[in-house]
């Protein structure tokens, strides 16, 4: 696999879940950032969680950090209609660029 | 909140003409940069701007490609003869001269080439 890609590749759940997605990367990196796209719009950032960190919340949002596993999951509690996006995970290696995975497309139904 | 403008937000060009796509990084920004994204596929690195110059560029960034910074406040991506796989969204980031910061993207720029 790629350096982030996330799982699964398109989810969908009712209002009110819970909605979790996961991203796996390949080389050791400085921080790891989600970002969340509507169709065919701009990379609305999220949350940014450090190498050192295990895990940061936002609202109805949480990310963990698993640097041993390199892998990190962004939870999203009590979704809404208006959650339904696509998200990415987006690893910054050499604190200069960001390598996207492919995202997840979340589907919330009403 | 402070943010990042992108004009046009799309346009349909010819093959073979010059596109300059524009941006304005949030002020205080020191690292500006242009991704891309095409059509259902990843989005990707093209190249990154410091200090008046290029940082890093990927390979997707030749010779058809260049970034300038006219002035205080515009950032442009000009693609020089465009062709018809340079069809795609192109979204300008910026973030502060801190290492490891948050990169704020805008709302991209939708390139059709015909």
């Known amino acids: 696999s790629q350096q982030g890609e996330e799982d699964p590749q398109a989810l969908s759940i009712q209002e009110g879940e819970n909605a979790t997605m996961n991203c796996s990367y390949k080389?050791?990196?400085?921080?790891l950032q989600w970002y969340r796209q509507n169709s065919g719009r701009g990379l609305v950032h999220l949350i940014l969680?450090?190498?050192?960190?295990r895990e940061k919340h936002s609202g109805r949002l949480r990310v963990t950090l698993d640097t041993s596993k390199k892998s990190s999951s962004l939870l999203i509690t009590a979704s809404r209609a208006a959650d339904t996006a696509s998200y990415f995970c987006?690893?910054?290696?050499?604190?200069?660029?960001?390598?996207f995975g492919k995202g997840t497309m979340l589907l919330v139904s009403p | 909140e402070p943010e990042v403008t992108q004009t046009p937000s799309h346009q349909v060009t010819q093959m073979g003409q010059e596109v300059i796509l524009r941006c304005v990084p949030i002020s205080n920004h020191l690292y500006f940069y242009w991704y891309r994204q095409i059509l259902g596929q990843k989005v990707e690195f093209l190249v990154s701007f410091y200090n008046n110059e290029i940082s890093e560029k990927s390979e997707i960034f030749d010779d058809q490609f260049s970034v300038e910074r006219p002035d205080g406040s515009n950032f442009t991506l000009k693609i020089r003869s465009t062709k018809l796989e340079d069809s795609a969204m192109y979204f300008c980031a910026s973030r502060t001269d801190v290492a490891g910061n948050t990169i704020y993207f805008g709302e991209g720029s939708w390139l059709t080439v015909v």
């Open positions: 080389t050791s990196i400085n921080n």
């Open positions: 987006a690893t910054d290696v050499r604190y200069s660029t960001l390598t």
């Open positions: 969680i450090r190498s050192n960190e």
